[in-house]
């Protein structure tokens, strides 16, 4: 499975963006999809994590009711969609996927490169 993440961008505080990440390759591994993010000096953290059906989501709570994670099976993609960004939204965003359940980075298997999002104050 390969992974693509893409729409990071650099956005004003209150802002919106949202990210896509494309998945190619043996997509009927993945069982959950997750976004994880990483500021300078912080370790990898959990953003948001969606079952394959769609049918279940997670967010961390800094971002929840602000951020919503979606997925298009049809295309293979999972979204971010990032309103009411702060500074502290700020980070390397990264996809991830699993054909666990676990949204640890330490259990997922396959990665995209990040994309960053820069939020000016």
């Known amino acids: 499975v390969q992974l693509q993440a893409f729409g990071g961008g650099l956005v004003q505080t209150g802002g919106s963006l949202r990210l896509s990440c494309a998945a190619s390759g043996r997509t009927s591994d993945i069982a959950m999809m997750v976004w994880f993010r990483q500021s300078p000096g912080k370790e990898r953290e959990l953003v948001a994590a969606i079952t394959r059906s769609g049918d279940s989501t997670r967010y961390t709570p800094a971002v929840d009711g602000r951020f919503i994670i979606s997925v298009d099976n049809s295309k293979n993609t999972m979204y971010l969609q990032m309103t009411s960004l702060k500074p502290e939204d700020a980070a390397v965003y990264y996809c991830?996927?699993?054909?666990?359940?676990?949204?640890?980075?330490?259990?997922?298997?396959?990665w995209g490169k990040g994309t960053l999002v820069t939020v000016s104050s």
């Open positions: 991830a996927a699993s054909s666990g359940m676990v949204p640890n980075p330490q259990f997922m298997e396959y």
